[in-house]
T-cell receptor
Framework: QKEVEQDPGPLSVPEGAIVSLNCTYS??????FMWYRQYSRKGPELLMY????GNKEDGRFTAQVDKSSKYISLFIRDSQPSDSATYLC???????????FGKGTRLHILP | SAVISQKPSRDICQRGTSLTIQCQVD?????MFWYRQQPGQSLTLIAT?????????ESGFVIDKFPISRPNLTFSTLTVSNMSPEDSSIYLC????????????FGSGTQLSVL
């Protein structure tokens, strides 16, 4: 079983829809969870950062962590064509440990 | 967040040659990281570069293939040596946040194609 599993997509949804992106992981020691957004021909940019379980909201974005299920989600409300990108989940035990990335999910928001 | 400039942004190289990728940061950082992003694969850490010491390589990556320089706190280079088509990938420079927590900031990457 891989440490982090992420469906590569592509995921296509109409503009204005709610998008749900997910990752599962196997290492129960992970405590820090991140979502990165990567536009074509650009480097990943940090979108959301959460510690342990719970929800975190930032504008149209909500990150959710369920450590009991080893499952994290990113929700995008009122999706826009500018949200079209690849979304990478990432996680680590602590700052001294290597960050493990998912393969990324390609998202297309259809106008 | 740090501003990271990486160049070249893309290159097409011949088998057996070498390419040096440069990474410039607009602030002093202790640790710089080099990642590889192959199509359909996760971001993979190649090595960690600290100023004034040898880079630390991850399993599967060796200094002869990916020599790294870190002459000061704002600059690093990664060389991909004796390239083969399997080295075709995106190479990314990264730095940690000023708070030295788990957040990473990335350059725009170098798209390398080896013929």
């Amino acid at each position: 079983q891989k440490e982090v599993e992420q469906d590569p997509g592509p995921l296509s949804v109409p503009e204005g829809a709610i998008v749900s992106l997910n990752c599962t992981y196997s290492n129960s020691a992970f405590q820090y969870f991140m979502w990165y957004r990567q536009y074509s021909r650009k480097g990943p940019e940090l979108l959301m950062y959460t510690y342990s379980s719970g929800n975190k909201e930032d504008g149209r974005f909500t990150a959710q962590v369920d450590k009991s299920s080893k499952y994290i989600s990113l929700f995008i409300r009122d999706s826009q064509p500018s949200d079209s990108a690849t979304y990478l989940c990432a996680m680590t035990k602590n700052r001294d440990d290597k960050i493990i990335f998912g393969k990324g999910t390609r998202l297309h928001i259809l106008p | 967040s740090a501003v990271i400039s990486q160049k070249p942004s893309r290159d097409i190289c011949q088998r057996g040659t070498s390419l040096t990728i440069q990474c410039q940061v607009d602030s002093q950082v202790t640790m710089m990281f080099w990642y590889r992003q192959q199509p359909g694969q996760s971001l993979t850490l190649i090595a960690t570069a600290n100023q004034g010491s040898e880079a630390t390589y991850e399993s599967g990556f060796v200094i002869d293939k990916f020599p790294i320089s870190r002459p000061n706190l704002t600059f690093s280079t990664l060389t991909v040596s004796n390239m083969s088509p399997e080295d075709s990938s995106i190479y990314l420079c990264s730095v940690e946040s000023e708070e030295r927590d788990e957040k990473l900031f990335f350059g725009s990457g170098t798209q390398l194609s080896v013929l």
